[in-house]
């Protein structure tokens, strides 16, 4: 590794630092402002043009997409959203809601994807599948709602590269962080492995029917493009999970799989 690499990965995790210490007091001062305006929220846009005008042709889309139960969220989610825009000022934005993800699949994947899609009765397990097939249709990067950047995305991503990962502290593939560009192998090989979960329904834990279990089987590190979380993208700075799920009662999907079996029989009829 040469010295101008070393020195850039310091700086780069020297400014995610920074960038935790800032978000952090945001989400504390978050606490005063929504214990005075306790009902206020923020509308996330479903489509947002770039800041900035693109510059330069990519492999990769430029195109950041999001997905959440609700568009009406609390001020650090909004926050985070907003914080993502400045780091990416070329990226168009897409936001969709559980009913929007249902009908984008229905219309652009055949039965059988549908199907186990209409099985899944968590929206963390549902939002799981979603990302994987909108980005194999459009391409872009894929963020969690508590996810931001911590350096300019476009950077990260680069221009010449097909698809990047994240992984995560202890080496693992994340889910939480995905850029591609359409009709990869890979993600292909991950909808048929989610898919082929869905079917067994073995498992009663979303991390490995549709979550980062399928990732770190699926997906070979030695040759899978990968970056670090500490270089890319980190969670839950701004937010956290009293502010995400404050309008969600079911609470966050670790809570609510303990109540609610993640994919339901074949002849059931899931309501969204």
């Given at each position: 590794?040469?010295?101008?690499?070393?020195?850039?990965?310091?700086?780069?995790?020297?400014?995610?630092r920074?960038?935790?210490?800032?978000a952090n007091?945001?989400?504390?001062?978050?606490?005063?402002?929504?214990?005075?305006?306790?009902?206020?929220?923020?509308?996330?846009?479903?489509?947002?043009?770039?800041?900035?005008?693109?510059?330069?042709?990519?492999?990769?889309?430029?195109?950041?997409?999001?997905?959440?139960?609700?568009?009406?969220?609390?001020?650090p989610v909004?926050?985070n959203?907003?914080?993502?825009?400045?780091?990416?000022?070329?990226f168009e934005?897409?936001?969709?809601?559980?009913?929007?993800?249902?009908?984008?699949?229905?219309?652009?994947?055949?039965?059988?994807?549908?199907?186990c899609?209409?099985?899944?009765?968590?929206?963390a397990?549902?939002?799981?599948?979603?990302?994987?097939?909108?980005?194999?249709?459009?391409?872009?990067?894929?963020?969690?709602?508590?996810?931001?950047?911590?350096?300019?995305?476009?950077?990260?991503?680069?221009?010449?590269?097909?698809?990047?990962?994240?992984?995560?502290?202890?080496?693992?593939?994340?889910?939480?962080?995905?850029?591609?560009?359409?009709?990869?192998?890979?993600?292909?090989?991950?909808?048929?492995?989610?898919?082929?979960?869905?079917?067994?329904?073995?498992?009663?834990?979303?991390?490995?029917?549709?979550?980062?279990?399928?990732?770190?089987?699926?997906?070979?590190?030695?040759?899978?493009p990968?970056?670090?979380?500490?270089?890319?993208?980190?969670?839950?700075?701004?937010?956290?999970?009293?502010?995400?799920?404050?309008?969600?009662?079911?609470?966050?999907?670790?809570?609510?799989?303990?109540?609610?079996?993640?994919?339901?029989?074949?002849?059931?009829?899931?309501?969204?």
């Amino acid at each position: 590794m040469s010295a101008s690499t070393v020195f850039k990965s310091a700086i780069i995790v020297g400014t995610s630092r920074l960038i935790k210490l800032f978000a952090n007091i945001t989400k504390l001062l978050s606490y005063v402002f929504h214990a005075v305006l306790p009902n206020k929220r923020f509308t996330l846009p479903e489509r947002a043009a770039p800041w900035l005008y693109p510059k330069g042709e990519a492999t990769i889309p430029r195109i950041i997409w999001q997905t959440n139960f609700t568009n009406k969220v609390t001020l650090p989610v909004y926050l985070n959203y907003l914080f993502n825009r400045l780091m990416a000022p070329r990226f168009e934005y897409r936001f969709m809601m559980t009913d929007a993800r249902r009908q984008f699949i229905a219309a652009h994947c055949d039965n059988e994807v549908l199907t186990c899609y209409d099985r899944l009765q968590i929206g963390a397990a549902q939002a799981d599948l979603w990302r994987l097939i909108v980005l194999n249709q459009y391409g872009g990067v894929y963020l969690d709602i508590d996810a931001h950047a911590i350096w300019p995305l476009a950077s990260t991503v680069g221009y010449d590269r097909d698809e990047l990962y994240v992984v995560t502290r202890q080496g693992d593939f994340s889910n939480y962080f995905i850029a591609s560009k359409p009709n990869t192998p890979n993600l292909a090989r991950l909808i048929r492995n989610v898919c082929d979960n869905i079917e067994m329904n073995e498992s009663t834990n979303v991390f490995d029917i549709t979550g980062p279990g399928v990732f770190n089987k699926t997906l070979d590190k030695t040759c899978v493009p990968s970056v670090s979380y500490r270089h890319a993208c980190n969670q839950g700075s701004f937010t956290n999970e009293h502010f995400q799920y404050i309008d969600k009662p079911a609470g966050k999907w670790t809570k609510e799989q303990q109540k609610v079996e993640v994919v339901g029989p074949k002849s059931s009829t899931i309501k969204y």
